[in-house]
């Protein structure tokens, strides 16, 4: 195995006071043992894996899935829970330069169909996944950055053709949205949702079709053998046709070789407080189940979820261990007492860090991998994966059968991701872009 942080990061510290684990339980999955042959084994078990499972299952496909840990162990199963646009970085600029007006408007209508794509499995598949939030709303952290939201205002009838608000600072508070910001624009796109109880339906759909699942199923070696590929793990072999990798930013630059140094996997922090009471919801001025961000490059990101916590997160830490962990928690708790004064004192029952994977084009890849015929790969959803990663999943199902998606899948998607500089040692970049995105939000 070949992975760019400590093994800290792949181990349960960073995920031991996730809250999303209170709230359902999750039925254990058997190990592999083998040695065993399946149609398509997919390599980890969040939001693009299940998907790509389901899918298959329904196509009557055998596929066996297997997670390092157990279902949504990953950042499919610790993140905010914002199925929402976005999935690149990528700014319309870039995406004219490369693609043309055409393509960049291909690629933001993907963002669009990406929430569709979990909106239709949820109704489909009947899942009570706490549901709320009418598209989401920036908010300004400075005065300029308003005006940006205006420029941003008006690109959003070309780029995605959803309904907008913009609103003034004076009437953020009317809004429910009281806190250190100098307006907002607020995107009639996305919604809030549990993250674990929408995995757990996935996982619980893919079986009932039939594909199996297994936990603690860590796949140490991938090698092509004749007309199949050979994956070792748990001390035995699983035979495949085709491979997906689905593992984002937790996988190993050398679960294929060629994804090694194509991505950089980049931490985020979250934390829960206990329920909220009416008189303290009203004291802060935040009434609104709106989920929002605020304009910062190391953006914070927040909702009044349905059971009245307040979910806050924000870009973490760059090192790993549990002294670094330590430290990431203090600085979120820090900067929560900060934007929301009157909840300083209110307790917080939960916190947790997880890994985004960020892509040296800023855009996410979904596709087959070059010079390795029958593995496909979906990956690097840039803090974005509710939506992104299951619209992905489903475009997997299909180009993993030879078939064209009748989803939304622009070129944007299907460029193969480039390297980055240093290789294993690539995170080296991330102190100095950090400081840089720190000076800009000043």
């Known amino acids: ?36 042959r ?8 969040g939001f693009t894996g299940l998907m790509a499972a389901l899918h298959l299952a329904q196509a009557g496909i055998s596929v066996r899935v297997l997670d390092a840990q157990r279902v949504g162990w990953g950042a499919s199963g610790r993140n905010g829970g914002f199925c929402c646009l976005g999935g690149g970085m990528a700014s319309d600029a870039a995406l004219d330069r490369r693609f043309g007006k055409s393509g960049r408007i291909d690629w933001r209508r993907t963002e669009l169909a990406a929430i569709k794509t979990v909106e239709a499995t949820v109704r489909t598949l009947d899942l009570e996944v706490d549901r709320h939030s009418n598209g989401e709303t920036c908010l300004a952290h400075r005065p300029r950055d308003f005006e940006e939201l205006r420029v941003e205002a008006d690109k959003l009838a070309e780029n995605y053709g959803v309904d907008h608000e913009l609103i003034g600072p004076d009437a953020l508070r009317q809004a429910g949205m009281a806190g250190p910001f100098h307006g907002g624009l607020t995107i009639g796109a996305g919604f809030g949702l549990n993250p674990r109880k929408y995995l757990l339906g996935l996982a619980a759909a893919a079986e009932q079709h039939g594909a199996r699942l297994h936990d603690q199923s860590q796949v140490t070696a991938l090698v092509r053998a004749n007309d199949c590929w050979r994956l070792t793990l748990n001390h035995s072999t699983l035979q495949a046709d085709r491979v997906i990798v689905a593992t984002n930013g937790y996988g190993s ?66 090192q790993s261990g549990s002294a670094a962990e330590a430290r990431s928690q203090a600085r979120i708790r820090r900067d929560f007492a900060q934007m929301f004064p009157a909840w300083r004192g209110v307790e917080i029952t939960h916190g947790w860090s997880g890994m985004v994977s960020i892509a040296r084009d800023l855009l996410p890849f979904v596709g087959a991998v070059p010079d390795a015929p029958g593995i496909f790969a979906g990956l690097c959803y840039h803090g974005n994966g509710v939506a992104m990663g299951s619209h992905a999943g489903t475009l997997l ?10 989803r939304a899948y622009p070129e944007a998607l299907r460029q193969p991701l480039r390297r980055f500089p240093f290789g294993r040692f690539r995170r080296v970049v991330m102190p100095f872009a950090y400081a840089g995105y720190a000076l800009a939000d000043l």
């Open 1 to 36: 195995m070949k992975r760019v942080f400590s093994q800290y990061a792949y181990g349960d510290g960073p995920r031991a006071g996730c809250w999303w684990d209170a709230t359902r339980q999750a039925p254990g999955h058997a190990p592999f043992t083998g040695p065993a």
């Open 253 to 318: 630059d050398d679960l294929p070789p060629w994804l090694g140094a194509r991505y950089l996997p980049s931490q985020s922090n979250v934390i829960v407080t206990r329920p909220l009471t009416d008189d303290e919801i009203v004291a802060q001025g935040w009434t609104t189940d709106q989920m929002a961000y605020d304009s910062r490059n190391l953006l914070h990101y927040f909702r009044l979820m349905p059971d009245r916590r307040f979910l806050f997160g924000m870009r973490g830490g760059l």
């Open 397 to 406: 199902a299909d180009l993993v059968r030879g078939k064209q998606p009748d």
């Open 38 to 45: 399946t149609d398509v084994a997919i390599i980890g078990a």
